[in-house]
């Protein structure tokens, strides 16, 4: 059996992927030599301070979840476009190093992709996103607040590169009550084309819906406002930590079988 080692298998984001890694047929090794593929599940700051370990390694593809392949530009961005492509259409097999998508912005980006939006925003797109007390540092503590960083948080950067929009506001908010899960709410304006889209489509939303899963539900609107012309509103629920481990597993496991290793 195909192995993959995770790189902080004891954390949140950790454990969520060896349980994906289990579900499709992987075994996590406790070495990283008895490994074809790497999963980092570290703090990113661990991972940067180390960063040549993690992309000089040998014949191994390496995953990285903590956002610091992201942050230093390196690899592929490998949220899954379908199942053998990552989000560029690069086939998943033509690189080694991959930067998983993170969770408030895989959010974003597998959401307007899905509902037909990406290209029809015409501005700038304002992001609130509502996550799990799980997707803050272990360390924090609260019971519903926003987070620390807006337009300097990670995962801005990583919308405006994936999407090529502005992130025109990005407000982070945690509820210490939710221990999964993500509702994030996207809205701006969009093109006339837009208006041919049924203007009420999508999921019912309940965070509870995508708890233990790695499913991507959304809901969109769009109206013709007298004023402000087509404006779009899309609300989008996931795991955070199952859809960026799910999606991790899926890059390791199509990159073994297209390298012939499984
Ligand atoms: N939480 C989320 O929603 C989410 C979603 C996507 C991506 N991420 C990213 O995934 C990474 C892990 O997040 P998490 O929520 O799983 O964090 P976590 O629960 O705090 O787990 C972190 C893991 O890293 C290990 N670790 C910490 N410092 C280390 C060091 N100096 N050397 C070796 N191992 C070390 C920890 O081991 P010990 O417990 O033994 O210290 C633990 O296994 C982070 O980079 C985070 O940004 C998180």
Not at 31 to 51: C, G, H, K, N, Y
């Given at each position: 059996m195909a192995s993959v080692y995770i790189a902080g298998a004891g954390g949140r984001v950790g454990r969520a992927a060896a349980a994906q890694a289990g579900a499709v047929g992987l075994d996590v090794a406790a070495?990283?030599?008895?490994?074809?593929?790497?999963?980092?599940?570290?703090?990113?700051?661990?991972?940067?301070?180390?960063?040549a370990h993690w992309t000089t390694a040998r014949d191994v593809a390496v995953v990285d979840l903590s956002g610091a392949f992201k942050a230093r530009g390196v690899g592929s961005y490998a949220l899954l476009a379908d199942?053998?492509?990552?989000?560029?259409?690069?086939?998943?097999?033509?690189?080694?190093?991959?930067?998983?998508?993170?969770?408030?912005?895989?959010?974003?980006?597998?959401?307007?992709?899905?509902?037909?939006?990406?290209?029809?925003?015409?501005?700038?797109?304002?992001?609130?996103a509502v996550t799990a007390g799980s997707a803050a540092k272990a360390s924090t503590r609260g019971t519903v607040r926003t987070g620390h960083l807006w337009w300097t948080h990670p995962h801005v950067a990583e919308i405006e590169q994936a999407l090529g929009l502005a992130c025109a506001s990005f407000v982070p908010v945690?509820?210490?009550?939710?221990?999964?899960?993500?509702?994030?709410?996207?809205?701006?304006?969009?093109?006339?084309?837009?208006?041919?889209?049924?203007?009420?489509?999508?999921?019912?939303?309940?965070v509870a819906q995508v708890q233990h899963t790695a499913a991507?539900?959304?809901?969109?609107?769009?109206?013709?406002?007298?004023?402000?012309?087509?404006?779009?509103?899309?609300?989008?629920?996931?795991?955070?930590?199952?859809?960026?481990?799910?999606?991790?597993?899926a890059v390791a496991a199509a990159w073994l079988t297209a390298r012939g290793r499984r």
């Open positions: 070495s990283p030599d008895a490994a074809a593929a790497w999963l980092i599940a570290l703090p990113r700051t661990v991972v940067e301070a180390d960063l199942d053998r492509r990552v989000w560029s259409g690069e086939p998943v097999g033509a690189g080694r190093l991959f930067a998983n998508p993170g969770c408030i912005a895989g959010a974003v980006i597998a959401g307007l992709a899905h509902s037909g939006l990406r290209a029809h925003v015409t501005g700038g797109v304002h992001v609130t945690v509820d210490y009550g939710l221990t999964t899960g993500i509702v994030a709410t996207i809205s701006g304006t969009a093109s006339a084309e837009a208006l041919a889209l049924p203007a009420d489509a999508g999921d019912a939303i309940d991507v539900r959304w809901h969109r609107r769009v109206r013709a406002h007298p004023t402000l012309g087509v404006t779009f509103t899309l609300v989008v629920a996931l795991d955070n930590l199952v859809f960026p481990a799910a999606n991790a597993v």
